[in-house]
T-cell receptor, first 118, second 115 residues
């Protein structure tokens, strides 16, 4: 069974600084997808960034980027120029190959609570 | 752009009562997922539907059932409610088999409180 591990229950960063959130996963699949979701106090699940396993290039979305190490099964999120609005719970999630809807569900890590200090 | 709509947003029920949660996916999305997120927990997958058929089943109690209707909306029916069922219930939708489709879009959730 696939598992996702986030080893940092809480992290803190100074405004405008950079922070990296860690995530490791375990799977026997070669084709899969990885995601980082942000959950602010409103509890809305917001997609931050996604990575397809077959792509070697690390995904980037504005201030958010990932370091995807497929062999090490590691998928860390880097937030640059941190802003107060980045404070939230961040979940790393895995999704297997999706054929006709099957195996399309997400498996989440336990989450990392990020605090941003002004 | 249209998003995933869940109703109601908040629901308070007593123990042993029944609750029905509704999910309206993004237009043309054919796959719906249900997740349960307890307080301080990560979301746990309950069940999914693709083209109105159940596609996958997770940790859904036998007291819960769900279906996807012809208009692709989905309902999660919860019976004999227990205090431990108090949680945030998310619905997400995606294209089930669309090549290149990778992400599910989440609704805002239904917060169920069982008293």
């Amino acid at each position: 069974a696939q598992t996702v591990t986030q080893s940092q229950p809480e992290m803190s960063v100074q405004e405008a600084e950079t922070v990296t959130l860690s995530c490791t996963y375990d799977t026997s699949e070669s084709d899969y997808y990885l995601f980082w979701y942000k959950q602010p106090p409103s509890r809305q699940m917001i997609l931050v960034i996604r990575q397809e396993a077959y792509k070697q290039q690390n995904a980037t979305e504005n201030r958010f980027s990932v370091n995807f190490q497929k062999a090490a099964k590691s998928f860390s999120l880097k937030i640059s120029d941190s802003q107060l609005g980045d404070a939230a719970m961040y979940f790393c999630a895995y999704r297997g190959p999706n054929y006709g809807g099957s195996q399309g569900n997400l498996i989440f890590g336990k989450g990392t609570k990020l605090s941003v200090k002004p | 752009a249209a998003g995933v709509i869940q109703s109601p947003r908040h629901l308070i029920k007593e123990k042993r009562e029944t609750a029905t949660l509704k999910c309206y996916p993004i237009p043309r999305h054919d796959t719906v997922y249900w997740y349960q997120q307890g307080p301080g927990q990560d979301p746990q997958f309950l069940i999914s539907f693709y083209e109105k058929m159940q596609s996958d089943k997770g940790s859904i109690p036998d007291r819960f059932s769900a279906q996807q209707f012809s208009d692709y909306h989905s309902e999660l029916n919860m019976s004999s409610l227990e205090l431990g069922d108090s949680a945030l219930y998310f619905c997400a939708s995606s294209w089930g088999e669309r090549a290149g489709s990778t992400e599910a879009f989440f609704g805002q959730g239904t917060r169920l409180t069982v008293v």
